[in-house]
């Protein structure tokens, strides 16, 4: 039966405040402001490339809500489940994000507590969500932010799952919204219902104590739990500025690890949203052509690689110029210094 919709994400849509040219959040006089959310990003960059895209959340019904809704729509993605909070104390989930350049290191300030999308429960949706999408994609931050959210996050994985969407989920731990433990302890309660797992090692081993080398990681989940695929990024951080980005792809279908020469020395203007990125690149490459994983890693990778270098969260890009970014990656002779 065709869906509405490729792909549905549920998280929190925040509103990124950041002092201009490297300047610091403790001297600068003024802000400039974008949109962006871990799941946003992801389910934008799928967007551009082809994919019909939606995202779940409840933004404050005021000026702010309306400047996030209208960047949502920019994107490509719809609003459609997008649900409002006229409550006197509604809020939008902010935070302020200072670039770094070697030796200082990026620097991030949360204001989201008490935000509106903690309100956000199933009774604001129709049963008829739960069979819109092929996929349905969140992450461990929205795990996180609070008691409610969690429920509701989690009984929407139940009931997509029921009626046979794939479900997509990307641990995204953060150590200022919940320890370790309790990260463990929630996501290993719905593993087994994710079919493409996103986990980078570090995280695998931080978080859910694994050892042993990447590989044998990434297939330890398969042997747990009934994951089907596990994405595991892997960045080396040179300096602010500079990134080397690469992946691995582990398909538990036929016991098989994808991977390619990673994308070395990108010149970084913004690394927030690239791992978001990332998952939109490989959800793309799962979603467009079934079963071919490697294509679907090579799609992560540059997709990923680009957004490093587009100031803000969110992606900005199209099919082309993907396709154009992984066959120069791949090229071994001399590449155009500027598309023309």
């Known amino acids: ?33 974008q949109a962006g959310g871990a799941e946003l990003n992801a389910i934008t960059g799928a967007a551009m490339l082809g994919l019909r895209c939606g995202i779940i959340s409840k933004l404050p019904a005021n000026d702010l809500g309306t400047y996030i809704k209208n960047r949502v729509r920019l994107c490509g993605v719809s609003d459609d489940y997008l649900v409002y909070d006229q409550d006197r ?3 939008l989930g902010v935070y302020y994000y200072e670039s770094g350049a070697y030796p200082r290191k990026p620097r991030i300030v949360y204001d989201r507590q008490n935000t509106s999308v903690n ?3 199933t009774a604001d949706y129709d049963d008829s969500l739960y069979q819109a999408a092929r996929c349905f994609h969140t992450s461990g931050i929205t795990l996180a932010l609070g008691p409610q959210l969690r429920e509701t996050a ?4 139940r009931r997509f799952k029921a009626q046979g969407t794939l479900i997509s989920f990307d641990v995204n731990f953060r150590g200022n919204l919940w320890t370790g433990a309790e990260a463990k302890a929630c996501i290993e ?14 995280t695998a081993r931080l978080t859910f104590l694994k050892e042993g080398s990447a590989r044998e990681i990434m297939k330890s989940f398969t042997q747990e739990y009934p994951i089907s695929i596990v994405a595991s990024t892997q960045r080396v951080v040179h300096s602010p500025k500079r990134h080397t980005f690469g992946s691995i792809i582990y398909s538990a279908r036929d016991d098989t690890y994808y991977e390619e020469p990673p994308y070395a020395n990108i010149e970084v203007v913004d690394r927030i949203g690239s791992g978001d990125a990332y ?33 803000g969260d969110l992606l900005s890009t199209d099919l082309k110029e993907i396709d154009g970014i992984i066959r120069e990656h791949k090229s071994t002779g001399r590449v155009a210094e500027m598309d023309r």
């Open 119 to 121: 309100k956000l429960t």
């Open 89 to 91: 104390d509604a809020r």
């Open 1 to 33: 039966m065709k869906k509405d919709f490729d792909l549905l994400s549920l998280g929190e849509l925040m509103l990124r405040l950041s002092p201009p040219d490297n300047e610091r959040i403790t001297r600068g006089d003024t802000l400039g402001k």
């Open 279 to 311: 998952i939109s690149g490989v959800l793309y490459g799962l979603l467009s052509k079934e079963g071919d994983y490697q294509r679907a890693l090579e799609y992560g990778n540059a997709t990923s690689a680009l957004k490093n270098t587009i100031p």
């Open 154 to 157: 989690i009984e929407m994985i």
């Open 189 to 202: 309660s719905i593993l087994p219902y994710v079919d493409v797992f996103f986990c980078s090692e570090d």
